[in-house]
C-alpha cells in the first residue's frame, strides 16, 4: 500500500465520527483535492468517497454487532447525513439492511 493511501486510511480512522470530505482530507495532508482524488483512485483503485463510506460502514458493521445502540445513533454518530441514506449505503456494501445485519450475526 502506498504512503498515500496509507495517509488517508490514518486520516478517515482518525475522523471516523465526523463529516469526512476529500476537501479536508486533501488540506490536512498538504495536496489538491483533484490531486488527491486521482491519485487515490489510481494508487487504490477506488474513489476516494466511496473508500470513506466503505470505512464507516465497516464501523458501523462493528457497532451494530457489539453495541446496543440504534441504527439511528449508529448513523448519527458516524456523521452520515441521514438515517435514510446510512441505510441505502449500508445494503448497497453488504446486501442487508443494517437491522438485518445485525440480525444475522446474533444468530451466527
Known amino acids: 500500500q502506498s504512503t ?3 495517509k488517508v486510511e490514518s486520516y478517515v480512522d482518525a475522523h471516523l465520527t465526523e ?3 476529500g476537501t479536508a482530507i486533501a488540506e490536512a495532508l498538504g495536496f489538491s483535492r483533484s ?3 486521482s491519485q487515490f ?3 487504490s483503485g477506488i474513489n476516494l468517497s466511496d473508500f470513506i463510506n ?3 460502514i465497516k464501523e458501523a458493521c462493528r457497532l451494530l454487532v457489539s453495541s446496543k445502540r440504534s441504527i ?3 448513523a448519527d454518530s458516524l456523521a452520515f447525513s441521514s438515517q435514510s441514506y446510512f441505510q441505502v449505503l449500508f445494503k448497497k456494501q453488504t446486501g442487508l439492511t443494517p437491522a438485518a445485519y445485525r ?3 446474533k444468530t451466527n
Open 35 to 37: 490531486y488527491l482524488s
Open 103 to 105: 440480525e444475522r450475526q
Open 19 to 21: 463529516k469526512i470530505t
Open 72 to 74: 439511528a445513533d449508529i
Open 4 to 6: 498515500l493511501c496509507r
Open 54 to 56: 466503505e470505512v464507516k
Open 41 to 43: 483512485k489510481k494508487e
